[in-house]
């Protein structure tokens, strides 16, 4: 599995020039260099958006005592959607905006899923002041 990781590592940039080269000679250089800070753009402002939406989310869910765990995962996913979509190329912004996908990202946590246990020490906090005060008088402080 590691071979296979480090491959595609070592030809993603092959493939992304390739890409560069092709897209370049169909529409023109200016056009290809436009696709490319478009997307970064467009990517950026959807994965704000969304990942906004999960932090919402989770804060609800973490003040009813839930554990949102698919929440953490998706918005690990929305990150990783994000630095493909900074990353210059077609190929790496197919896979950021495929990840920007509600089902794909189902479908991805569920396959991951399957293979992980959650452990977790949280417990919701109890009712009542969640900080101690201490009186002082005007002697104790300086």
């Known amino acids: 599995m590691g071979r296979f990781?480090?491959?595609?590592f070592l030809l993603l940039p092959f493939l992304e020039i390739a890409g560069f080269i092709w897209v370049g000679g169909q529409i023109g250089i200016l056009s290809t260099l436009g696709a490319?800070?478009?997307?970064?753009?467009?990517?950026?402002?959807?994965?704000?958006?969304?990942?906004?939406?999960m932090v919402m989310d989770?804060?609800?869910?973490?003040?009813?005592g839930e554990m949102p765990q698919r929440q953490f995962a998706e918005m690990m996913m929305i990150a990783a959607a994000g630095l493909f979509l900074l990353i210059p190329g077609f190929i790496t912004?197919?896979?950021?905006?495929?990840?920007?996908?509600?089902?794909?990202?189902?479908?991805?946590?569920?396959?991951?899923s399957r293979n992980m246990v959650v452990v977790t020490t949280y417990r919701p906090s109890?009712?009542?002041?969640?900080?101690?005060?201490?009186e002082l008088d005007?002697?104790?402080y300086r």
Request: no cysteine; aromatic share 10%.
């Open 36 to 53: 490319i800070v478009l997307t970064a753009v467009a990517g950026i402002f959807i994965v704000r958006w969304q990942g906004l939406g």
């Open 58 to 64: 989770s804060r609800a869910m973490m003040a009813r």
């Open 126 to 134: 109890q009712p009542g002041p969640a900080y101690k005060s201490i």
């Open 138 to 140: 005007d002697d104790d």
């Open 93 to 112: 912004d197919a896979v950021g905006f495929a990840l920007l996908i509600p089902p794909v990202r189902h479908w991805l946590y569920g396959l991951m």
């Open 5 to 8: 990781i480090l491959l595609g």
